[in-house]
């Protein structure tokens, strides 16, 4: 699976974005889709998570009611609205898909593949 991330930017504090990800294949080996995000010198961290099947959400508590994660089936393509964003939501986006059942959808470590990344910048 090949994930092609999209929709970076730069955008003042308190403005919007939306992040597409789209898989290059179909997606029935796919249980979850994710993001995280890594400022420079920090760890790469768990952002959102999506349910392929049933849709359920899983959000950090940094995020939870600015950030939106959907996905769109027909297209393979996971999103992820950003509203209100804060000077330190800075940093490289990456969307992840999990292809095994179980494990966390927390951990990085329990994806399987991985896209190239956007920058998001957060001006203040």
């Known amino acids: 699976v090949q994930l092609q991330a999209s929709g970076g930017g730069l955008v003042q504090a308190g403005g919007s974005l939306r992040l597409s990800c789209a898989a290059s294949?179909?997606?029935?080996?796919?249980?979850?889709m994710g993001w995280f995000r890594q400022a420079p010198g920090k760890e790469r961290e768990f952002v959102a998570a999506?349910?392929?099947?049933?849709?359920?959400?899983y959000y950090a508590d940094s995020v939870k009611g600015r950030f939106t994660i959907s996905r769109e089936i027909a297209k393979n393509t996971v999103y992820l609205q950003m509203n209100s964003l804060k000077p330190e939501d800075t940093a490289v986006y990456y969307c992840?898909?999990?292809?095994?059942?179980?494990?966390?959808?927390?951990?990085?470590?329990?994806?399987?593949?991985w896209g190239q990344g956007t920058l998001v910048t957060v001006s203040s």
């Open positions: 992840a898909a999990k292809v095994v059942r179980s494990g966390t959808v927390y951990y990085r470590g329990n994806y399987d593949y």
């Open positions: 294949e179909r997606t029935f080996s796919i249980y979850h």
């Open positions: 999506i349910s392929w099947s049933s849709g359920s959400t």
